[in-house]
């Protein structure tokens, strides 16, 4: 069973940055692909970044250029969020799969495990 654990949201203001980190037990990072995805008030979750097992990233066009996915050590995920703006306001959870693969799963219904989801709120 692999558990993820996110932290890192609060408020902050349009051109600020954040970063949000993600911790899993039960893997490591050389056995599972990892996304980021976000949902904000009345709209669906949506993929914003990934890295998959085998260290490929991939990222949202809405955020391309502003977020970076890195990974710490064997535990911990990053994502570097800078250049925020008012509609990044979200909730962001962290997700995992159990698979060793090449290209990130852009798809949140394919992600087995998730996080309780932290808050980013950025006031214009």
């Known amino acids: 069973q692999v558990q993820v654990v996110e932290s890192g949201g609060g408020l902050v203001q349009a051109g600020g940055s954040l970063r949000l980190s993600c911790t899993a037990s039960g893997r490591t990072f050389d056995l599972l692909s990892m996304g980021w995805f976000r949902q904000a008030p009345g709209k669906e979750r949506e993929f914003v970044a990934g890295?998959?097992?085998?260290?490929?990233t991939n990222y949202a066009d809405t955020v391309k250029g502003r977020f970076t996915i890195s990974k710490l050590n064997a535990i911990t995920l990053y994502l570097q969020m800078n250049s925020l703006k008012p509609e990044d306001t979200a909730i962001y959870y962290c997700a995992a799969r159990d698979r060793f693969e090449f290209t990130v799963v852009t798809d949140s219904r394919l992600y087995a495990y998730w996080g309780q989801g932290t808050k980013v709120t950025v006031s214009s």
């Open positions: 890295v998959t097992s085998s260290d490929n």
